[in-house]
């Protein structure tokens, strides 16, 4: 991606994700949030794409200042966005599974 372009795809809607910084797992915790509203998305006919950038935003002091901006604590630190819109085109069939792939123990 160049510097000119739009890192959420021309999305109408974007969700930020952030939790508080201060739990020790608040990337595994955020993360979940985010995979879950993909599959909720999803279901209902909707395109989504994870856009991984808010950490390095939110940890900037640009990204400190929209917190403040938004009076959102300072401690919360950013996991990822989701862009968020209906798909201009239909996905297509996965490809059939390979015989044998799955192999049980």
Known sequence: MGSNTDPYYGA??????????????????????????????????????????????????????????????ETLRGVGAIALGYPAQKAGQPAARKQNYIVRI
């Open 12 to 73: 109408p809607v974007v969700i930020l994700v952030l939790a508080d910084g201060s739990a020790s797992t608040f990337v595994e915790d955020g993360s979940c949030v985010l995979e879950n509203m993909m599959l909720a998305a999803h279901a209902l006919g909707m395109g989504t794409v994870w856009v991984h950038r808010e950490r390095e935003i939110f940890d900037s002091e640009s990204g400190k200042a929209l917190l403040r901006e938004w009076k959102l604590p």
